[in-house]
């Protein structure tokens, strides 16, 4: 008996939220983390790249967090985001539909290098 794929939100197992930046909007992407880091402690705050990480096309962080957290950091991001983008994708287990079909932009969206999920 094969089973059948998970579609509703049972399937997400965490949340990943990039912010992205460059060298003009590095202070104000710090200043942003710090933010997030002190209204969700519950979140985990990745690196600071300043380079292009994976999919990614600008330097970003991530904010990896529990699907429980999602009903509150994503309108806060909306509205506090201070003009930053901001890529926010669950997690499947499908890399490549997570980053590309099942994707959350606020501001501007991005076309992602998605042939790092090939083969």
């Known amino acids: ?6 579609t509703g939100p049972e399937a997400i197992e965490s949340w990943h939220a990039h912010v992205y930046f460059d060298a003009q909007t590095a202070a104000p992407a710090r200043d942003l983390y710090a933010r997030i880091q002190a209204a ?3 979140a985990e705050m990745g690196r600071f790249h ?12 991530q904010v990896a967090f529990a699907p429980d957290l999602l009903a509150s950091l994503l ?5 506090n985001r201070g003009g930053l983008d901001v890529f926010m994708h669950p997690n499947t ?7 590309r079909d099942h994707v959350v932009f606020l501001g501007k969206s991005y076309a992602l290098k998605l042939s790092i999920f090939d083969g």
């Open 40 to 42: 969700f402690p519950a």
């Open 93 to 99: 287990g499908d890399g490549m539909a997570d980053h």
């Open 50 to 61: 300043e380079k292009p990480v994976g999919p990614h096309p600008m330097w970003s962080y």
């Open 1 to 6: 008996m094969s089973e059948t794929p998970k």
């Open 75 to 79: 309108p806060w991001l909306t509205l």
